[in-house]
Nanobody, 124 residues
Framework: QVQLVESGGGLVQAGGSLSLSCAAS????????MGWFRQAPGKEREFVAG????????VYADSVKGRFTISRDNAKNTVYLQMNSLKPEDTAVYYC?????????????????WGQGTQVTVSS
């Protein structure tokens, strides 16, 4: 059983930066593709970024490409999301998750364990 705990969220002005962390415990996450998702009020949860087990490859939603960077440190059992040039539309609860099901990396249905989320609010 893997437990995930996100941290690093907060309130930031548009154009600012935040760095999110997702610390895992209970089991190594090095064997999992990991993803970050977000959910804004009244909207469905959406894929933000994903990273392969080794960290050698990453994928991003078009809306964050060039602004966000996902990374991981398997020795620390932690996944990160560096968010730059933040926009008000990035406001959401951000979740990290582990890919456990066959299917699209972009679908939250493919992920079997989740953190509790961390709130990111970007003011204009």
């Amino acid at each position: 059983q893997v437990q995930l705990v996100e941290s690093g969220g907060g309130l930031v002005q548009a154009g600012g930066s935040l760095s999110l962390s997702c610390a895992a415990s209970g089991r190594t996450i090095s064997i999992y593709f990991m993803g970050w998702f977000r959910q804004a009020p009244g909207k469905e949860r959406e894929f933000v970024a994903g990273i392969t087990r080794s960290g050698g490859s990453t994928v991003y939603a078009d809306s964050v490409k060039g602004r966000f960077t996902i990374s991981r440190d398997n020795a620390k059992n932690t996944v990160y999301l560096q968010m730059n040039s933040l926009k008000p539309e990035d406001t959401a609860v951000y979740y990290c998750a582990g890919y456990t099901q066959s299917g699209s990396y972009y679908s939250d249905k493919s992920y079997g364990f989740w953190g509790q989320g961390t709130q990111v609010t970007v003011s204009s």
